[in-house]
């Protein structure tokens, strides 16, 4: 999509939105329409529009709802939103007739050369530390081990400040749908290991964290979880690496059927925030019972719950997610 249609429906759109300021070449800023903005003060503007790769996003700094610029309009000005629809079809209209069909993309192979747990022997440390964990078995094949994390880093060309430490280390990739690599995670599970435990690297500063990407089914309930470790415990799973469910929401899964899974952290003002967000917006999420004492998945799976039983009876939406999670965070 041209960035000048984009554009041209923030400049509309910026009409009606209070404060409403370009604040440099591709970032707009105003006042959320989503949370109303500071309450204190009447002129303060939280609400952006950005650019992110080639589209437009918005975020608000205060309530941290995030769209894309299509699911704003879809959700804040119908109407615009109907118009934006079929100005884009009329754009891939002309681009379709005008130009020659694309060579279809090939499957990039996966360029992690390591080891994956799957091969390594059952009394390597590897293979101990993913089946002490109760990891599931299709999950070992994707896992790779090494102790030279830099060594293999510098084959890819990736560089870190960190220096080698030959501690032990599970590798956990991330690819985009065509299976080329866009990162990895770098943990170290030795028990003394604190410095640099986790170390997340991307093959560009561009490259988005969404572990599992490359897995999911589009046409199935996809679940988006915290942890990469954790997606495994749930079918057709995506990890943010973060607690940010909402910016990959956004981003790869707004017209999808989907379940937003925090970890169980009633004092974490991260996931409470975005958790609440996620409620605002009438999304599927999954409210822990209160005699939950596990954090994650993982935790769960290990104290000897059933995970997909567990997320399937405990999530809600609507007035009954706003309760439970009144009373969740005041775990």
Same mark, same amino acid.
């Given at each position: =999509?041209?960035?000048?249609?984009?554009?041209?429906?923030?400049?509309?759109?910026?009409?009606?939105?209070?404060?409403?300021?370009?604040?440099?070449?591709?970032?707009?800023?105003?006042?959320?329409?989503?949370?109303?903005?500071?309450?204190?003060?009447?002129?303060?503007?939280?609400?952006?529009?950005?650019?992110?790769?080639?589209?437009?996003?918005?975020?608000?700094?205060?309530?941290?709802?995030?769209?894309?610029?299509?699911?704003?309009?879809?959700?804040?000005?119908?109407?615009?939103?109907?118009?934006?629809?079929?100005?884009?079809?009329?754009?891939?209209? /002309?681009?379709?007739?005008?130009?020659?069909?694309?060579?279809?993309?090939?499957?990039?192979?996966?360029?992690?050369?390591?080891?994956?747990?799957?091969?390594?022997?059952?009394?390597?440390?590897?293979?101990?530390?993913?089946?002490?964990?109760?990891?599931?078995?299709?999950?070992?094949?994707?896992?790779?081990?090494?102790?030279?994390?830099?060594?293999? =880093?510098?084959?890819?060309?990736?560089?870190?400040?960190?220096?080698?430490?030959?501690?032990?280390?599970?590798?956990?990739?991330?690819?985009?749908?065509?299976?080329?690599?866009?990162?990895?995670?770098?943990?170290?599970?030795?028990?003394? %290991?604190?410095?640099?435990?986790?170390?997340?690297?991307?093959?560009?500063?561009?490259?988005?964290?969404?572990?599992?990407?490359?897995?999911?089914?589009?046409?199935?309930?996809?679940?988006?979880?915290? %942890?990469?470790?954790?997606?495994?415990?749930?079918?057709?799973?995506?990890?943010? !690496?973060?607690?940010?469910?909402?910016?990959?929401?956004?981003?790869?899964?707004?017209?999808?059927?989907?379940?937003?899974?925090?970890?169980?952290?009633?004092?974490?003002?991260?996931?409470?925030?975005?958790?609440?967000?996620?409620?605002?917006?009438?999304?599927?999420? /999954?409210?822990?019972?209160?005699? !939950?004492?596990?954090?994650?998945?993982?935790? !769960?799976?290990?104290?000897?719950?059933?995970?997909?039983?567990?997320?399937?009876?405990?999530?809600?939406? %609507?007035?009954?997610?706003?309760?439970?999670?009144?009373?969740?965070?005041?775990?």
């Amino acid at each position: =999509m041209s960035l000048w249609l984009e554009e041209k429906y923030i400049s509309l759109v910026g009409a009606n939105l209070a404060y409403f300021h370009k604040q440099s070449r591709n970032t707009y800023t105003f006042r959320c329409p989503f949370c109303g903005d500071s309450q204190k003060s009447a002129n303060r503007t939280r609400g952006y529009f950005f650019l992110y790769g080639q589209k437009y996003f918005f975020k608000c700094h205060n309530c941290n709802a995030s769209k894309s610029l299509r699911g704003f309009l879809r959700i804040q000005y119908p109407e615009l939103y109907r118009e934006y629809q079929l100005d884009v079809l009329r754009q891939e209209r /002309v681009v379709t007739e005008s130009v020659a069909p694309p060579t279809p993309v090939i499957p990039v192979a996966p360029p992690v050369t390591l080891p994956t747990i799957a091969s390594l022997p059952a009394d390597h440390e590897g293979a101990l530390y993913c089946r002490g964990r109760g990891l599931p078995e299709a999950s070992l094949s994707h896992l790779h081990f090494t102790s030279e994390w830099t060594v293999w =880093m510098a084959e890819l060309g990736w560089s870190y400040a960190l220096p080698e430490d030959h501690g032990p280390r599970l590798i956990l990739p991330w690819y985009d749908r065509q299976g080329g690599l866009l990162g990895a995670q770098a943990r170290r599970i030795d028990a003394t %290991g604190s410095a640099g435990r986790y170390v997340t690297l991307k093959c560009d500063h561009e490259a988005d964290k969404i572990y599992g990407w490359d897995r999911v089914d589009y046409h199935r309930l996809i679940y988006v979880v915290e %942890g990469p470790l954790d997606s495994w415990f749930l079918p057709n799973a995506v990890a943010s !690496m973060d607690s940010d469910l909402l910016r990959i929401r956004d981003k790869y899964f707004a017209e999808h059927a989907a379940v937003y899974v925090w970890d169980n952290e009633p004092r974490n003002k991260a996931v409470v925030e975005n958790l609440g967000a996620a409620i605002e917006q009438g999304l599927s999420v /999954v409210i822990w019972p209160k005699t !939950m004492a596990q954090k994650d998945l993982n935790d !769960m799976s290990q104290a000897g719950y059933s995970v997909e039983t567990l997320v399937r009876e405990n999530t809600f939406r %609507g007035l009954r997610a706003e309760l439970e999670f009144s009373r969740w965070k005041l775990l």
